[in-house]
Structure formats: C-alpha cells, structure tokens
C-alpha cells in the first residue's frame, strides 16, 4: 500500500466544508491566567519538568524490594479520623469479608512527531514554551486541525490490545478548567471513540496475584484520542511555571472495565500495557520517566455481594509501586469507613510516594460536571478497513510471544526474560538480539558451536554489563560497550583465549572508554590465555588448602558449599586471568574428596 494510499484511507471522509470560526466564544483562559499568575504566556518559562522523576533503583533491586514488601502483613489503624495502611501482602482479617473491585484509566503519551490538533512539534525536551501553536494557546479564532500520522500510533495501540476498531468516531470537548487548559475544555473521544472491546490477557509471570491462577483476562471498554495538559511548576510559596510545550500533545486513554480483584494484578495489568505499547512502538516512554499516567478506581463490597460499592478515583499514579501502594491504602480506608457504619463518598483523591494514605482532592465529577458536548469545530473521522487490516498484519510481536521465544527457544528464565523485556523502553532487549545474532553469524567462521548461546549473552548483557550502568548511576546507552565489542569479548572466551575473569577486565575496559578493539587489547595487555598445567593447578589448591583448614572442615563436614566457591575465588584472583574456573573446581574437588 502506498504512503498516498495510507494518508487518504486513515481519514478520507473528514469534511471539506470551511470549518467554523471561533468569534463566537471568548476564551477566559488567557487573560485569567496573567491576572491568576501575573506571568504573561510568552515569558512563562518552566524551571523545570514536572514529569514523574525516573527511580535510579537498578531494576532487579526493584523486583527484590517489591517482593519483599509484599510478604509483610497488611496492618491497618484508624487515628483522629486519618486512615493508614502499611502496604504488603493481602493476609489482613478483614479483607475475607470483603472483594476489592479494580478500574483502570491509562493515559499515554504517543510517539508522535506533532500534536493532535496542530502543527507544533510534540517534543518537550525545548526551550520552554517554544513548541506551541496558537490553537495549543486557544487564542480567538484558531482552529483545530487534525494530523492524521497522530493515528498511526493510536491504531498499532488498540490493535496490540485486541480492539475493534470503529470505521467512524467523533470528538467531544470535556469542560473544565485549571491553569494548564487555556481552552477551558478538553478534547477527546467520550461518546464514540476510535476503538473499543479489547483484552489484556495477565500470566502468573506477569506477576498476578495468586488467587488469580494462571492466568486472568481483563476487558478494555475503550481507547479513545484525546489532548495532554501543559506543565505546572509550583515555585514555593506561591508562583508557577507553565510550560505549553506539552499542551495538545496526543493522548490515549484506556479504560478498562472494573474486573480487577487483587492489589498486583492491577500493577501487573499497568505493566502489561506498557510492555505492549513499547512493544508496538505507540509510546514515548515508559511510566518510569513520564510518558505514562495511571488512575485507578477502587471499591469494596461485602464478600458475595453482586453489587459494586461506591468508588473514588485515584488520579495521577506515576510508577508501579504507587498504583499498588495506593489501592492498598485506599481499600483499608474504604473498609475502615464501612465497617464504622460511615458511607464512602464519591470523590477524587491524590497519592503521593511514600505516603500511607489517600487525600480527597474534591467531589467526583460526572458526566454532568464536566458538560461533554460534541466539539463543533472537528468533523467525525472514518478509518479505512484496508488501512487497519495493513497495520494488523505489519504488527511488531507482542510481548507474550518475544518472552516465549526467550524462555522456550534462548532458555532465559522467565525472571530474566521478563526483566530485558521491561528495561530501557525496550533497549535492552534490542542490544541483546543485536548480540546475539551477531554471536550467531560467528558459527560460520568457527568449527566449534556456541553452547547456551543465548543464556550466555543474556548473563552478560543483564547482569556483567547491567551492573557496570547501576554503579556508574547512569541510564543504560548501546553505544557505551558497542555490540561489535561484546560480541569480541564473548568470541574471545568461548574460544577459550581468556578467561572469565579477563573477559570481565576486558568489559571493564570498554565501558570506562577504552576505544581499541578487543583483539589489540588482549595483544597490547597481554591478557591471552597462558594455560597451566595440571601440576601448577594441584600446587595452588594444594597451597590454599594448607592455610585454610578451618574452611577444608567446614566444606568437608557441613557441606559449606559457599566456602568452596571462595577457594575457586583465590585460585582465579592467584592466577591472574590464567585459571579456568572449571579446571579449579575439578581439581579442589579431587583433593577435599567431594564427589
């Protein structure tokens, strides 16, 4: 299909008729906002993003701390009227007499070249306030004009999720106002939007809670187009920034239906989208640095009740910990208020990190609130079948099938697939298949065949080369250690030209800007391999033996195995990149008679 072809199907009934001028309605937002912040838009200047900040944790930390806190016991008090919960594990007494019901409202970002409705660049990473249109800024007059590439990404998004794709949607203006929605309104799809009816299916390694079983399905009621918000920065004690760069940057937002049961399957669900947006390349980046926003609905009912309690909104849930930190709070205190004999009010609350309880925000809006009316200005938008079956079937693989194949055919385990999966937005996992074929190209050049070959470079890639990136405090880049220099050092070890230990060196080397290639490396630091013999081996186990023999004891008599690898540990650090662990290992073994 041709790029003409494409362009004209994705939106090929939008009106020709002159759109609507503006003339007939004053925007309020403009001259409030200089009286409100005495900041006129064309000076404002952002001291800096409001974006969820990244957590420098290395990820695995993550994973361990998550697991950690999730065997403690949930511990819930009442205090002057403030509810508290602790977060962990769902073992508290009362949650047996009642269900915790789940809703999820997702807003990404798309990857996108422009906004929605303008021209303007969709990159934040500008001065301030320099990629802004006049219809971004709602000045009289200006009119909205639909980019259809923003499509593209909104597509390949709700195909990942399985949707139905509606041939005609249409845009609505949410009304509301705050500083960062000049226009008073938003637009987006509320009424009909461009995708509904989809499915994200959860796995036990997804990191579902347990008495979900194997696997769960969650329904999506819809994904629907709408506007981003500019960015506030509160100056203390009284002055804020806008930055419009963010303003009418594309939005989807998905709405799941309220089937969510359990505290990790909603952060695992969370997760599950992400992982397939990136996977589709529909997403800027990932929740940890901003381009993803959660709001979670939470009720509770009593234990076989067949009608949902009254929910509050949690708004704005900047990372995986808070969606589930926050559920966690809210559903003691909801259940705390219930079993008081109060009621739960509909309304909107706030979490903030490292908080143990939920803040009212104001009173639930609804439908009447917010006074959603068809946006006048935009005309409906019809999608071509021909143009959704091309995007169907020229879908990138989605992350169920990528860790199959990591797991079944490249042996990782799941823990390990999971985490090159869900690293770097996804560069991680691209360096790692870079490496890996580039090892495996190497078999036509060597009589020997590679074994393990992936597990291998998944060892190396995650753990060797990760840890390098979490003690330097810095964000993973390919271009640190080049694919071409790790496929060299790999080469060189499993060619049996160095040692682990040299290979680690070698590593080091590369990664603090060493930019000679491996082979004049190991030539100018003379690190080949200078094999020892047998005798050399049995003298310096022999050696370290001798001056040991508390530890002989302890290997020897308690079976001690850590003790073991400490004297393969002395023998490599001895031989100075010339053992080989796996000659060290026999060899110990042969002389303490371990079998």
Same mark, same amino acid.
């Given at each position: 299909m041709s790029k003409a072809a494409l362009a004209d199907g994705l939106c090929h009934a939008l009106s020709t008729s002159r759109l609507r001028a503006a003339s007939s309605w004053r925007n309020p937002g403009i001259a409030s906002l200089n009286r409100q912040w005495n900041l006129p838009i064309h000076h404002a200047r952002a001291l800096q993003a409001d974006a969820p900040q990244a957590n420098d944790e290395p990820f695995r930390k993550q994973l361990k701390d998550e697991a950690r806190r999730k065997r403690q016991a949930v511990r819930s008090t009442v205090k002057d009227g403030t509810f508290r919960s602790s977060v962990g594990k769902e073992k508290d007494a009362r949650l047996a007499k009642w269900t915790l019901t789940v809703g999820l409202e997702i807003h990404a970002q798309l990857n996108t070249e422009q906004k929605l409705f303008s021209t303007a660049k969709s990159s934040e990473n500008g001065e301030p306030n320099t990629n802004v249109s006049v219809f971004d800024l709602a000045f009289p007059g200006s009119q909205p004009e639909l980019q259809k590439a923003t499509l593209i990404p909104a597509l390949r998004a709700a195909l990942g999720l399985s949707c139905k794709i509606n041939r005609e949607s249409r845009f609505d203006r949410k009304h509301y106002y705050y500083q960062d929605q000049p226009a008073g309104y938003q637009i987006t799809q509320y009424y009909k939007p461009f995708a509904i009816d989809g499915r994200v299916t959860l796995y036990d390694h997804d990191g579902i809670a347990i008495e979900d079983g194997h696997s769960v399905d969650i329904a999506i009621k819809q994904v629907q187009l709408e506007q981003d918000t500019a960015k506030t920065n509160l100056q203390p004690p009284s002055t804020a920034f806008l930055d419009f760069n963010r303003v009418g940057h594309p939005l989807i937002e998905i709405i799941t239906h309220p089937q969510i049961h359990h505290v990790q399957t909603a952060s695992a669900c969370v997760r599950k989208i992400q992982a397939i947006l990136q996977a589709v390349n529909a997403l800027t980046t990932g929740m940890e640095h901003g381009g993803l926003r959660a709001d979670v609905n939470v009720s509770v009912s009593p234990q076989g =009740?067949?009608?949902?309690?009254?929910?509050?909104?949690?708004?704005?849930?900047? =990372?995986?910990?808070?969606?589930?930190?926050?559920?966690?709070?809210?559903?003691? /205190?909801?259940?705390?208020?219930?079993?008081?004999?109060?009621?739960?009010? !509909?309304?909107?609350? !706030?979490?903030?990190? =490292?908080?143990?309880?939920?803040?009212?925000?104001?009173?639930?809006?609804?439908?009447?609130?917010?006074?959603?009316?068809?946006?006048?200005?935009?005309? +409906?938008?019809?999608?071509? &079948?021909?143009?959704?079956?091309?995007?169907?079937?020229?879908? +990138?693989?989605?992350?169920?099938?990528?860790?199959?194949?990591?797991?079944?055919?490249?042996?990782?385990?799941?823990?390990?697939?999971?985490?090159?999966?869900?690293?770097?937005?996804?560069?991680?996992?691209?360096?790692?298949?870079?490496?890996?074929?580039?090892?495996?190209?190497?078999?036509?050049?060597?009589? &020997?065949?590679?074994?393990?070959?992936?597990?291998?470079? !998944?060892?190396?890639?995650?753990? &060797? $080369?990760?840890?390098?990136?979490?003690?330097?405090?810095? +964000?993973?880049?390919? =271009?640190?250690?080049?694919?071409?220099?790790?496929?060299?050092? $790999?080469?060189?070890?499993?060619?049996? /030209?160095?040692t682990g230990t040299t290979a680690k060196r070698l590593l080091a080397m590369v990664f603090d800007g060493d930019k000679r290639a491996i082979d004049i490396i190991i030539r100018d630091e003379k690190l080949n391999l200078d094999r020892l013999s047998r005798e050399e081996y049995i003298l310096m186990a022999r050696n370290l033996i001798l001056e040991n023999r508390d530890k002989v004891h302890q290997i020897q008599q308690k079976r001690q195995m850590g003790k073991f690898k400490w004297f393969v540990g002395e023998m490599m650090k001895q031989g100075k990149g010339n053992v080989e662990a796996s000659k060290a290992e026999a060899i110990l073994k042969e002389l303490l008679g371990l079998d």
């Open positions: =009740s067949e009608n949902l309690g009254q929910r509050t909104e949690i708004k704005n849930l900047s =990372s995986f910990k808070a969606v589930e930190d926050a559920i966690v709070a809210e559903r003691a /205190r909801q259940i705390a208020v219930l079993e008081a004999g109060g009621v739960i009010a !509909g309304e909107t609350r !706030g979490w903030t990190l =490292s908080s143990t309880e939920t803040r009212k925000l104001r009173g639930k809006e609804g439908e009447v609130d917010y006074r959603y009316m068809p946006d006048p200005d935009i005309p +409906p938008l019809f999608i071509s &079948e021909d143009l959704v079956n091309h995007l169907g079937t020229s879908l +990138p693989v989605l992350p169920d099938s990528t860790l199959a194949d990591l797991t079944t055919n490249s042996g990782l385990t799941y823990k390990d697939a999971k985490t090159l999966l869900s690293l770097d937005d996804g560069e991680r996992l691209d360096y790692f298949d870079e490496v890996r074929f580039s090892c495996t190209s190497k078999r036509v050049s060597s009589h &020997e065949p590679w074994p393990a070959l992936d597990k291998m470079v !998944g060892n190396w890639v995650l753990h &060797e $080369l990760g840890g390098h990136f979490n003690a330097a405090s810095t +964000p993973f880049t390919p =271009s640190r250690v080049p694919a071409e220099s790790m496929v060299d050092i $790999l080469a060189s070890l499993h060619q049996n /030209r160095i």
